[in-house]
């Protein structure tokens, strides 16, 4: 981890870490999904997300939110994190639940706090511009009212992203130098468009892809909740109230299976007046499916990208990964074209790039056969 270098005694971090494991199978599994698996270099996702905010925020201020199945393997690769800043959801209940649980905790250590909520699974090439942008986010959001969401600036028509179009610029501080980040306005959020729509929004350029990185103080964000999610706001003094006298997750425990499974775009996002979107100007990827692996790989003069020892003849356009920790040989092939090839200790996964989204599919089969539920 870096050290820190400047923090904020107010600022906090919460990340979200809870997936299931299914996009990047076999490598990617119930217990190890993909914040915690070291798909590009030796740092795993989640590592790398908590790496990107220490400049910023001291390691007591960040918070992670996983699930009891893989918290055993978080604490693990995060030995400097408090015990008590790793939390186990019960079972999933979608990401309002979560920000709301996180919501209580930053609470109840500090009612002034502003918060940040990022993914832990997302690639930020570029670090630097990527905390210039929450820097300012994060000052932006405990000087007033606002809800900060942090949008990317299109770099394709992606069909594979919601769309935030943008209004106004917000006026910079006066009591404050200028932002080196652009505020927008929110005007609207768009669900994930059709081609036609993604190129229209990205040469209008009044669009964001939505990251799914928020921004908000504890005193705003639970003003939101009163507001459009009473049960929530109610479900969060309660955590506050509990994680004050050391009876948080037997609470959880009771509580959490009952919670509406409800995103926070749709529980709040979206119906809040006061939401105003950062111009996320860097480098960023969700990495949403093995094909989108190659965008960060170099690719042979065949388009081929390969991880492993890979020797072929008349190949074009493939992903080849080799993920073998053990008895590693040379993964060869003859005439296969656009296709994903992945190796792992136990199982081989052979598909179509055009069917990268259904390996999905593939999982939950597996999950239902009594031989291979292992393999989950």
């Not at 980040?181 to 468009?193: A, C, G, L, M, S």
């Not at 639970?222 to 609470?251: N, S, V, Y």
Request: hydrophobic share 40%; aromatic share 8%.
């Amino acid at each position: 981890m870096k050290k820190n270098v400047s923090s904020n005694k107010n600022w906090y971090v919460i990340i979200m870490a809870g997936g299931r494991g299914e996009r990047f199978w076999p490598v990617s599994r119930e217990n190890t999904p993909k914040q915690l698996i070291k798909l590009l270099g030796d740092r795993s996702f989640l590592q790398a997300a908590v790496d990107n905010v220490l400049p910023l925020v001291p390691i007591e201020n960040i918070l992670v939110i996983t699930n009891q199945a893989q918290a055993p393997e978080v604490k693990k690769q995060l030995p400097r994190l408090p015990r008590e800043n790793l939390i186990a959801e019960p079972c999933g209940r979608d990401t309002t639940a979560a920000v709301t649980l996180g919501a209580a905790l930053v609470g109840q250590r500090n009612t002034n706090g502003v918060m940040a909520v990022l993914p832990a699974d997302h690639v930020i090439p570029e670090p630097k511009r990527f905390q210039q942008v929450l820097r300012d986010a994060l000052d932006l959001a405990g000087r007033g009212q606002v809800i900060v969401t942090i949008g990317i600036k299109p770099a394709e028509p992606a069909t594979g992203y919601g769309y935030i179009r943008v209004g106004t610029p917000l006026p910079p501080p006066h009591d404050a130098k200028p932002y080196k980040t652009v505020f927008h306005r929110v005007e609207q959020f768009v669900e994930k468009p059709q081609y036609d729509k993604a190129l229209e929004y990205l040469t209008s350029g009044q669009y964001r892809w939505n990251s799914g990185m928020f921004v908000w103080s504890f005193v705003t964000l639970t003003q939101g909740l009163e507001k459009h999610q009473p049960e929530m706001a109610a479900a969060c003094r309660r955590w506050f109230d509990a994680a004050a006298k050391g009876r948080l997750q037997k609470i959880l425990d009771k509580e959490y299976p009952e919670i509406r499974k409800i995103s926070i775009d749709y529980a709040l996002m979206e119906q809040a007046q006061n939401v105003v979107v950062a111009d996320g100007d860097f480098a960023w990827d969700d990495l949403g499916s093995w094909t989108a692996l190659m965008r960060h790989l170099k690719a042979d003069p065949e388009g081929n990208c390969a991880v492993g020892d890979f020797v072929h003849v008349d190949g074009a356009r493939n992903l080849i990964y080799d993920a073998r920790t053990k008895n590693r040989t040379p993964i060869a092939v003859v005439g296969l074209r656009d296709a994903i090839l992945v190796q792992t200790d136990d199982a081989v996964l052979l598909a179509h790039k055009s069917q990268a989204q259904r390996i999905k599919e593939l999982v939950r089969k597996l999950a239902e056969s009594d031989r291979y539920r292992k393999l989950v």
